[in-house]
């Protein structure tokens, strides 16, 4: 595998389900991010994890819980979830989390649907 | 949240013309982020620029970090159909460390 991969790629589930995202990325780097694309509007940040330390969390709902194992892993747990959390879910990692040094790639992203 | 003006928001050109996009913002920026996203798949960074003036090529896309460090410039040229998708800006401004971001541009190629 190289880059970033994410698992699964499709996800339905139900208001009351709990579900984990998952985030792999194989290019050596230090920093991994959760970020939330919907329609209509820009890339939204969810979590920065800087060598495994959580060094953002952009106000997101406690529903949307992160976990960072390793430099090289990344998760996001979900649970009772809202119909507009529906949106496509993207991981992505860089070199490490620093002021200007934006170079940020992502994964494939995970389209999750929630009924 | 603070967002890029980006434009236009979107194209539809004949395969072989020659494309133009643009970013603007409000602050300075330090870095300015290509990225294209096909369908059902993540941004893919095309171009990064880090220095005002400084004119990058990939390809056959050339993007340009401009002088007044509040916009950028995407341009493709002689395009083909495989140019579909999204492309998208990105930067860091002054001491941030988080990226911001335009809509896109939606750019439709007819063969």
């Known amino acids: 595998e190289t880059g970033v991969t994410q698992t699964p790629r499709h996800l339905v589930m139900g208001m009351t389900n709990k579900k984990s995202l998952k985030c792999e990325q194989h290019?050596?780097?230090?920093?991994m991010y959760w970020y939330k694309q919907s329609a209509k509007k820009p890339l939204e940040l969810m979590f920065v994890?800087?060598?495994?330390?959580?060094?953002e969390n952009n106000s997101v709902p406690s529903r949307f819980s992160p976990e960072c194992p390793n430099s090289s892993h990344l998760f996001l747990h979900l649970h009772t979830l809202q119909p507009e959390d529906s949106a496509l879910y993207l991981c992505?990692?860089?070199?490490?989390?620093?002021?200007?040094?934006?170079?940020?790639?992502f994964g494939p992203g995970t389209r999750l649907t929630v009924l | 949240g603070q967002q890029l003006n980006q434009s236009p928001q979107s194209m539809f050109i004949q395969e072989g013309e020659d494309v133009s996009m643009n970013c603007t913002s409000s602050?300075?920026?330090?870095?300015w982020l290509w990225y294209k996203q096909d369908p059902g798949e993540g941004p893919v960074l095309l171009i990064a620029?880090?220095?005002a003036g400084e004119l990058t090529s990939n390809g056959r896309l050339t993007a340009q970090f401009g002088i007044t460090r509040k916009d950028s410039f995407l341009n493709i040229s002689a395009s083909i159909p495989s140019d579909v998708g999204i492309y998208f800006c990105?930067?860091?401004?002054?001491?941030?460390?988080?990226?911001?971001w335009g809509l896109g541009t939606s750019l439709a190629v007819n063969p």
């Open positions: 990105a930067g860091n401004a002054g001491n941030n460390r988080k990226l911001i």
């Open positions: 992505a990692s860089s070199v490490e989390y620093a002021a200007g040094g934006g170079e940020q790639f």
């Open positions: 290019l050596g780097h230090n920093a």
């Open positions: 620029l880090y220095k």
């Open positions: 602050s300075i920026f330090n870095t």
């Open positions: 994890y800087n060598f495994k330390e959580q060094t």
